[in-house]
């Protein structure tokens, strides 16, 4: 069992960075390949980023690609999420989920946080 909380999304301006961080809880976190998904009011739910359970292999959503960052510190059992560049496009809630495969895919994901809201003002 894991469960997943994230952190750090606060209000900044465009062009400004954030590092968002997953935190989980449980016996199997080096495990997971963790990913990171994004939802903007009345959109679908949307890829942003993906990370093998060794840290290894990373792939990235085209909107992101260039401009985020993701990571992880096994012994710390988090995930991070380095946001740069950051566009008034980019404010949605931001959740991080963990399975048993890294990839693009939603139903990869087995575990899943709440969310924390990130927006970027013009």
């Known amino acids: 069992q894991v469960q997943l909380v994230e952190s750090g999304g606060r209000l900044v301006q465009a062009g400004g960075s954030l590092r968002l961080s997953c935190a989980a809880s449980g016996r199997t976190f080096r495990r997971y390949a963790m990913g990171w998904f994004r939802q903007a009011p009345g959109k679908e739910r949307e890829f942003v980023a993906t990370?093998?359970?060794?840290?290894?292999?990373?792939y990235y959503g085209d909107s992101v690609r260039g401009r985020f960052t993701v990571s992880r510190d096994n012994a710390k059992d988090t995930v991070y999420l380095q946001m740069n560049s950051l566009k008034p496009e980019d404010t949605a809630v931001y959740y991080c989920?963990?399975?048993?495969?890294?990839?693009?895919?939603?139903?990869?994901?087995?575990?899943w946080g709440q969310g924390t809201q990130v927006t970027v003002s013009s």
């Open positions: 989920a963990a399975g048993d495969r890294w990839g693009p895919r939603e139903d990869e994901y087995d575990y």
């Open positions: 990370i093998s359970w060794s840290g290894g292999s990373t």
